[in-house]
């Protein structure tokens, strides 16, 4: 190789002159894609695990019916069409449907309220309110209906107490008229805290600069919420909602424990959830029990998307 003056032109090249082409580096784009695929392994195993595996299980189940002569046979969609003509199927249905209407709106307005009442900084120990406010979410919902239950008693409970202190009947809060009512009380005092904290969270992450042109302009705190923070926060807001209609669908753990309390009132049958529990467990009837947790799978995401759609349509683009 010979070798080019200091004055000489780097790009010209002599007669002569071997050129050496430089080595290509070995691309090591596998080993970090392996790496990837270690991390990501656990959560996939726990996935499949359970979930997906259990989803299957039960879709199986559902697919057969057991007699007691002939034990279990194939009832392909035999089950799914003795579900939906199910008189208690459709009670239950039909009261969650209710529970939904009345408890889910009440609950995001006075979560949404909360929300805007700490964020507007007018509110005096604001986190000690948010906390107090949040601390029934904390508390275990077994531990929460249980300690509705003792004040709901028409015996012993303290509010039938401070009626009879007062000299005044005392209202039967475990009556058929008003035990659904009862219920949608628990709901909305466990869960309202958790909804504030993820509409104040959203409210937190507006820009402060459309506040500053905002009050530039006159406006008040109403106005504020009203024409900015509310339409900032619609996401939040169609997200608490869905996830509170998908709760609704699942109530469970209230008519469970409140059934001792007015049995009654409550029967097996008396959420859907709650009677896919006791046609396993008591009945010991898994396939149909499989199947009822099949339909009201389908009826929550006919559900969601409707809460969706009418939560959304209204949005901006």
Do not use: C
Request: zero cysteines; charged letters at 10%.
């Amino acid at each position: 190789m010979i070798a080019s003056s200091p004055g000489s032109d780097p790009g010209e090249r002599k007669a002569g002159a071997v050129t050496v082409a430089p080595k290509r580096r070995r691309s090591h784009g596998g080993a970090p894609r392996l790496v990837g695929y270690v991390f990501v392994a656990p959560f996939v195993i726990a996935f499949v695990a359970m979930l997906i595996v259990p989803i299957g299980y039960a879709l199986y189940l559902s697919l057969f019916k057991y007699r007691l002569i002939g034990g279990e046979t194939f009832a392909g969609f035999g089950n799914y069409l003795q579900a939906f003509a199910d008189p208690k199927l459709r009670d239950g249905l039909v009261r969650v449907l209710l529970f939904l209407v009345i408890q889910v709106p009440i609950m995001l307005a006075l979560a949404l309220f909360f929300a805007l009442a700490i964020d507007s900084a007018r509110v005096r120990g604001a986190k000690i309110i948010r906390l107090l406010i949040f601390i029934p979410y904390a508390i275990p919902g077994v531990v929460g209906v249980l300690l509705w239950g003792y004040l709901y008693g028409p015996h012993f409970g303290l509010i039938t107490q401070v009626f009879t202190a007062a000299g005044l009947a005392p209202p039967n809060l475990l009556s058929p008229g008003n035990m659904l009512g009862s219920m949608m009380n628990i709901v909305v005092w466990q869960y309202a805290g958790y909804n504030m904290i993820v509409l104040f969270s959203a409210l937190r992450a507006i820009p402060s600069e459309l506040y500053e042109a905002a009050i530039i302009d006159g406006a008040g705190q109403w106005r504020i919420a009203w024409g900015i923070k509310i339409p900032a926060i619609r996401p939040a807001i169609l997200l608490s909602a869905i996830f509170s209609a998908i709760g609704a669908f699942q109530i469970f753990t209230e008519p469970n424990l409140m059934q001792p309390l007015a049995p009654t009132v409550v029967n097996t049958w008396y959420t859907p959830s709650y009677y896919a529990y006791n046609t396993a467990f008591a009945q010991h009837n898994v396939n149909y029990a499989a199947t009822l947790a099949f339909a009201l799978g389908l009826v929550i995401a006919i559900m969601a998307y409707i809460v969706q759609f009418a939560t959304s349509r209204d949005a901006p683009s």
